[in-house]
């Protein structure tokens, strides 16, 4: 059976976009529905955690939120892997770190090295890797401090532009590409954060990746 890392923030976590609300059930997350449509032949492992980048410090946060200083800690937990996917990068937008898609992309590109790394330290054969450009931003009336956290109209037209830098990224490190944007919308009520059936749908929109990358 395939082992599979699913790196991710609080829509990998499967965060409420209802303020207040409970964490979405287990079923609805999306490395679990990609892992049901696997059918058996691998093993997903979710590492979501809310407020996650790729590459910043959140002095905010009660947890370490930089993901390129937790990252080698998750691979090592879970070796050996033969896949890793990687979505982040929405709360790189925010007015705290570096808000723009293209600097979010360059710390994707640092994830990938760290990935690549510790497998040739661990004399591991290195685990193929899908980087996945977020869901975009939208307006919200119903939670307006989201969006001043998020840099408001300028975070919107960003993570419009995940899709064209990542891919770019996933080209130039040769590694596979999906753009979670083109199967997922945020719910209204907070502008970030996904409802059960748009997480189910990043699931599902991976499989045929996975299966082809994995060659199952």
């Known amino acids: 059976m395939k082992t599979i890392l699913a790196f991710g923030d609080s829509i990998t976590f499967g965060a409420n976009p209802v303020m207040g609300g409970p ?37 905010y946060a009660n947890a370490d939120r930089n993901g390129s200083r937790i990252l080698p800690t998750l691979l090592a937990t879970h070796n050996p892997l033969d896949a890793v996917v990687i979505m982040l990068g929405t709360n790189d937008l925010k007015t705290i770190h570096g808000r723009a898609a293209l600097e ?15 497998a040739a330290t661990d004399n591991l054969p290195p685990p193929a890797i899908v980087i996945v450009a977020p869901p975009h931003i939208t ?19 960003e993570s419009r532009l995940f899709g064209k830098y990542y891919k770019r990224r996933a080209e130039e490190l040769g590694t596979a590409f999906f753009d979670a944007s083109t199967v997922a919308r945020p719910d209204p009520h907070d502008g970030v954060h996904l409802d059960a059936a748009n997480t189910r749908a990043i699931g599902e929109g991976l499989v045929p990746v996975v299966k082809s990358l994995l060659g199952l």
């Open 23 to 59: 964490r979405l059930a287990y079923e609805h997350r999306w490395p679990t529905v990609l892992e049901a449509g696997l059918g058996g032949a691998a093993r997903v492992i979710a590492e979501g955690l809310g407020g996650r980048t790729t590459v910043h410090d959140d002095w």
């Open 104 to 118: 979010a992309s360059y710390g994707m590109r640092r994830l990938v090295q760290v990935v690549r790394a510790h």
């Open 139 to 157: 307006e919200t009336s119903i939670h307006p401090e989201m969006m001043e956290v998020f840099g408001k109209k300028t975070a919107i037209e």
